[in-house]
């Protein structure tokens, strides 16, 4: 069995960090805190990066309409049915969760911390949208609580970033993971596979550039297209290649291959909403992905970090 999972995977996977940090089921609460982006807003550029969905990358989150408060009981209310005994972490997860002044932040941080049983806060955002007070905020805050901030990476290759338009700079990710780590915050990283034009060879790439900074875990995607969005026209103009199922089982297991064994896999697969989806379909389901992973990685008998041990040798 590989050594960082409770099921035979063979990957370090959220539930066995949980488990170990926590010693009980720990339950990640989508929340939807209002914030937009410098990426909508003009401060750094307009209209979002293409894929983003009206909701932020929030779809599963919480009912915007209602307080955070009201969205963390009502999502609470029915998890707790099934796992009675469950911790919570809250989870900020749509637009970027740090873009508002600091007493904003604080207040809606904390009214959800309050609540009992949370044993900490995951926050997505931009590495371009952390303001030192922020960055002085969370690291206080770590000392109560859990923090987790999950950055937007995507991809390291300048010609798709400025083509997704994501409009910060690999340097400055790499300067946040720093100040982040620095004030021992765990950092989370999204990657996104099947970006249009990039080749197999610059996913891997993404993820080896990655294996050599000091995060704490990752997400990795599959390319949503979905409704109403700038890549949704892209696709109907271009028809880009979209990755086969087969493919991105692939690609994801050599990229696990180069990720150092302690890295935590936070997502392996994407989580659309059918109703917006429009490619690719294989998506919706979500298990037979994770399933096909598992025995994929079985039959070649290989696991995370595996080619890092054959590098080492």
């Given at each position: 069995?590989?050594q960082?999972s409770?099921?035979?995977?063979r990957?370090h996977?959220?539930?066995?960090?949980y488990?170990?940090?926590?010693?009980c089921?720990?339950?990640?609460v989508?929340?939807?805190?209002?914030f937009?982006?410098?990426?909508?807003?003009?401060k750094?550029?307009?209209?979002?990066?293409?894929?983003?969905?009206?909701?932020g990358?929030?779809?599963?989150?919480?009912?915007?309409s209602?307080s955070?408060?009201?969205?963390?009981?009502?999502?609470?209310?029915?998890?707790?049915?099934?796992?009675p005994?469950?911790?919570?972490?809250?989870?900020?997860?749509a637009?970027?969760?740090?873009?508002?002044?600091?007493?904003?932040l604080?207040?809606k941080?904390?009214s959800?911390?309050?609540?009992?049983?949370?044993?900490?806060?995951?926050i997505?955002?931009?590495p371009?949208a952390?303001e030192?007070?922020?960055l002085?905020?969370l690291?206080?805050?770590?000392?109560n609580?859990?923090v987790?901030?999950?950055?937007?990476?995507?991809?390291?290759?300048?010609?798709?970033?400025?083509?997704?338009?994501?409009?910060?700079s690999?340097?400055?990710?790499?300067?946040?993971?720093?100040?982040?780590?620095?004030?021992?915050?765990?950092v989370?990283?999204?990657i996104i596979?099947?970006?249009?034009?990039e080749?197999k060879?610059?996913?891997?790439?993404?993820?080896?550039?990655?294996?050599?900074?000091d995060?704490?875990?990752?997400?990795?995607?599959?390319?949503?297209?979905?409704?109403?969005?700038?890549l949704?026209?892209l696709?109907q103009?271009?028809k880009f290649?979209?990755?086969?199922?087969?493919e991105?089982?692939?690609i994801?297991?050599?990229?696990?291959?180069?990720?150092?064994?302690?890295?935590?896999?936070h997502?392996i697969?994407s989580?659309?909403?059918?109703?917006?989806?429009?490619?690719?379909?294989w998506?919706i389901k979500?298990?037979?992905?994770?399933?096909d992973?598992?025995?994929?990685?079985?039959k070649?008998n290989?696991?995370?970090?595996?080619?890092?041990?054959?590098?080492?040798l």
């Amino acid at each position: 069995m590989f050594q960082y999972s409770l099921d035979n995977k063979r990957y370090h996977t959220l539930n066995y960090h949980y488990k170990e940090k926590y010693h009980c089921k720990v339950i990640k609460v989508s929340l939807n805190a209002g914030f937009t982006c410098p990426n909508i807003d003009g401060k750094v550029g307009y209209g979002g990066c293409i894929y983003c969905s009206k909701s932020g990358s929030g779809d599963f989150g919480g009912d915007i309409s209602k307080s955070l408060s009201e969205q963390f009981d009502e999502i609470k209310e029915k998890l707790s049915k099934k796992w009675p005994r469950g911790k919570y972490i809250a989870y900020f997860q749509a637009h970027t969760n740090t873009y508002a002044p600091l007493s904003v932040l604080k207040e809606k941080y904390e009214s959800v911390l309050k609540k009992d049983n949370v044993i900490g806060i995951a926050i997505a955002t931009r590495p371009d949208a952390i303001e030192d007070e922020v960055l002085d905020y969370l690291e206080e805050l770590n000392k109560n609580t859990d923090v987790t901030v999950e950055l937007g990476l995507q991809t390291i290759h300048e010609d798709t970033a400025k083509l997704i338009n994501r409009c910060h700079s690999l340097n400055q990710f790499e300067e946040m993971v720093k100040k982040l780590r620095k004030r021992n915050i765990e950092v989370v990283v999204h990657i996104i596979n099947g970006l249009p034009y990039e080749t197999k060879e610059m996913m891997i790439e993404t993820v080896k550039y990655l294996n050599h900074l000091d995060i704490n875990g990752i997400k990795i995607h599959m390319l949503n297209i979905v409704k109403d969005t700038p890549l949704a026209t892209l696709y109907q103009e271009k028809k880009f290649k979209v990755l086969s199922k087969e493919e991105y089982i692939d690609i994801v297991i050599q990229q696990l291959e180069y990720l150092r064994p302690e890295i935590v896999i936070h997502r392996i697969t994407s989580d659309p909403d059918p109703k917006n989806l429009i490619e690719p379909t294989w998506l919706i389901k979500k298990f037979c992905v994770l399933n096909d992973i598992d025995k994929e990685m079985k039959k070649r008998n290989t696991y995370q970090g595996k080619k890092l041990e054959k590098n080492a040798l």
